[in-house]
């Protein structure tokens, strides 16, 4: 699976935006999909996983509450909603795939396609 990410950008504090990932290659259907950040200095960190029909989703627990992810399996596509902005979602934020279907992955090992990643800032 290729994946293309887009939508980041800056946003402040308690706003939000929406980040997409498209996706071309293996059927995007049959794919767990998730996102995951990096912050300059740290570790990449898993945000959001969901499951191939959207039924089943997972979060981080710095983003959960705040943060949907959602997808449209018709359009190929990865969405992740970021509500309640704060300076510290401050990444790059990369969208990936797996074929692990059961439990929803949270590891980065368990994703073997990436996509390029894209800057989120968040200003105070």
């Known amino acids: 699976v290729q994946l293309q990410a887009s939508g980041g950008g800056l946003g402040q504090a308690g706003g939000s935006l929406r980040l997409s990932c498209v996706a071309s290659g293996r059927p995007f259907r049959t794919e767990t999909m998730g996102w995951f950040r990096q912050a300059p200095g740290k570790e990449r960190e898993f945000v959001a996983v969901?499951?191939?029909?959207?039924?089943?989703?997972d979060y981080g627990d710095s983003v959960k509450g705040r943060f949907i992810i959602s997808r449209d399996n018709t359009a190929n596509t990865l969405y992740l909603r970021m509500n309640s902005l704060k300076p510290e979602d401050t990444a790059v934020y990369y969208c990936?795939?797996?074929?692990?279907?059961?439990?929803?992955?949270?590891?980065?090992?368990?994703?073997?396609?990436w996509g390029q990643g894209t800057q989120v800032t968040v200003s105070s």
């Open positions: 990936a795939s797996s074929q692990i279907r059961y439990p929803l992955p949270r590891a980065e090992k368990s994703f073997a396609s």
């Open positions: 969901i499951n191939d029909n959207g039924y089943r989703k």
